[in-house]
């Protein structure tokens, strides 16, 4: 890979718990497998003049959860870039707290089926003419374009790991084409609900309510249950209510109403947080009921006066620190 200017050959993953981020692309579009079977169909997607098609290699397409790794990648990424440092495609990352960040046993057997993850993501090839940043190109690329354990453990066991991006996924960092996740995005096991997730995150964001068909967010997905299968998956997602920051409802007309969850209306001068500060009022609080927390903290604003603030974050994270304390 040639350097080029303000860029290092490699960058090495030490950034503490940086905010995960997803980029966008995927999670417009069904890129990852929803099942944990080895999927070796080639796949075809078409969105509003964008095309994809998805090669598996004889391992079977890169599933969802093996996403984590390249969350994890574009989240050091961006922290860094956040913090004026150089980067690269090119990433050196210790294994462990790449499981440790995506909340995942550290046993033996999970460096190993790390390994098969890194291992799907490079055999998985992507042609596309998505566009990343400003460019649109119709290319092909794999989800990774390498991997190679640069330590190991006498026994075998990786500790030290590099790992090239693609091309297409570098520049959508750089381009900042990438959104915030909660945390609890990795406690969620099931592969469609991450993807539902990730959906309601892309599309509602910060509104209060997003609708789709049920069709379509089938096809969205990339399930491939029978809609009516699907539906009914989704309905006992609706039942469970395990999204982090989005409730699910139903609706006549066989829609999905997604409604981000909110205990109080926002009030003038106060907007809504966005994820990111959610996601820090979390890692402040672990195990607090964070919605609970915003509520108090709104209250007490209009108790004391409803004074003028410039960073309403920065305010309100100020305030839980002490109110964890206390």
Known sequence: MAVTPGMRDFFVCDIFEPSPKGDLGSME????????????TIRQYQH????????????????????????????????????????SRRLTLTAHDLLVATRRDTGGDSYARLREAFERLAGTRITTNLVTGAEETTSGF?????????????????VSVSV????WLYRAVQAKS?????????????PLERRVYELARKHCGQQREWRIAVATL?????????????????????????????????????????????????????????????DAAR?????????ALEAE??????????QRLRAPERAFLGWLRGRVTR
């Open 29 to 40: 579009h069904p890129m990852f497998a929803l099942s944990t079977r080895p999927d070796r």
């Open 48 to 87: 509003k003049g964008t095309t994809i098609t998805v090669t598996p290699s004889v391992r079977g397409r890169a599933t969802i959860h093996d996403k984590d790794i390249l969350i994890y990648c574009i989240s050091q990424l961006m922290a860094a870039l956040n913090a004026g440092r150089e980067i």
């Open 142 to 158: 794999g989800l990774i374009e390498s991997w190679e354990i640069v330590r190991k453990t006498r026994g075998g066991r990786m």
């Open 164 to 167: 090239t991006l693609s091309d």
């Open 178 to 190: 990438v959104l915030t996740l909660s945390r609890d995005y990795f406690s969620l096991r099931k």
């Open 218 to 278: 089938h096809t969205k997905a990339g399930s491939d249950a029978p809609v009516r299968v699907f539906r009914a998956a989704i309905r006992r997602m609706i039942t469970a209510d395990v999204l982090p920051d989005y409730e699910l409802a139903e609706e006549e007309g066989d829609i999905i109403r997604v409604t981000r969850r909110r205990l109080i209306e926002d009030l003038p001068g106060l907007p809504p947080f966005d994820a990111e500060t959610l």
């Open 283 to 291: 890692a402040l609080a672990p195990g607090w009921d964070i919605y």
């Open 297 to 306: 903290w709104r209250a007490f604003w209009v108790a004391s006066g409803r």
